[in-house]
């Protein structure tokens, strides 16, 4: 692996409000402890994570316009209930050319079925749902071997 793999992880509505909000649905974790988590397992294999979480959808639109200019090498994004609803953030990923993997905490297809659809999974790389925190792992290590062949 040749320098350092940069990785922005987005959060989007109500993901702030983790260990608090329906923890037998989304797990005790907080979202902060959900990132260092994940920052500890990503340190050793040379990837710089950013995170950023918001509960607007403007703001998370933003976020993405200046990934473009930024060209970060892969995106882990959980968009929360945007997924269901967000063209906006649909066409804002569209303006990237790298990995994107769609995560969920809970398995959006046990759900209400206004939660089967997603507005990016059809322009994500892939999509992973249903596995808890543990998700966000799964999407590092999917970006991590898209990238390294």
Same mark, same amino acid.
């Given at each position: 692996?040749?320098?350092?793999?940069? *990785?922005?992880?987005?959060?989007? @509505? /109500?993901?702030?409000?983790?260990?608090?909000?329906? @923890?037998?649905?989304? $797990?005790?974790?907080?979202?902060?402890?959900?990132?260092?988590?994940? &920052?500890?397992?990503?340190? @050793?294999?040379?990837?710089?994570? %950013?995170?950023?979480?918001?509960?607007?959808? $403007?703001?998370?639109?933003? %976020?993405?316009?200046?990934?473009? &200019?930024?060209?970060?090498?892969?995106? *882990?994004? /959980? @968009?929360?209930?945007?997924?269901?609803?967000?063209?906006?953030?649909?066409?804002?990923?569209?303006?990237?050319?790298?990995?994107?993997?769609?995560?969920?905490?809970?398995?959006?297809?046990?759900?209400?079925?206004?939660?089967? %659809?997603?507005?990016?999974?059809?322009?994500?790389?892939?999509?992973?749902?249903?596995?808890?925190?543990?998700?966000?792992?799964?999407?590092?290590?999917?970006?991590? /071997?898209?990238?390294?062949?």
């Amino acid at each position: 692996m040749a320098g350092t793999i940069n *990785i922005q992880v987005i959060n989007g @509505p /109500n993901l702030n409000m983790l260990g608090k909000r329906e @923890p037998q649905i989304y $797990g005790a974790d907080t979202l902060d402890q959900i990132n260092a988590g994940l &920052e500890k397992a990503a340190a @050793p294999m040379g990837v710089a994570l %950013k995170f950023f979480q918001s509960n607007h959808e $403007g703001a998370i639109v933003d %976020k993405i316009h200046g990934l473009f &200019e930024d060209r970060m090498d892969g995106i *882990i994004i /959980n @968009p929360g209930a945007l997924t269901h609803t967000s063209v906006a953030l649909r066409d804002a990923l569209l303006l990237l050319s790298c990995p994107i993997v769609e995560i969920h905490l809970s398995n959006i297809y046990k759900r209400e079925a206004f939660r089967h %659809k997603s507005m990016i999974a059809d322009i994500a790389t892939g999509q992973i749902s249903g596995f808890g925190h543990y998700g966000y792992h799964m999407a590092l290590g999917a970006i991590l /071997n898209i990238i390294n062949g």
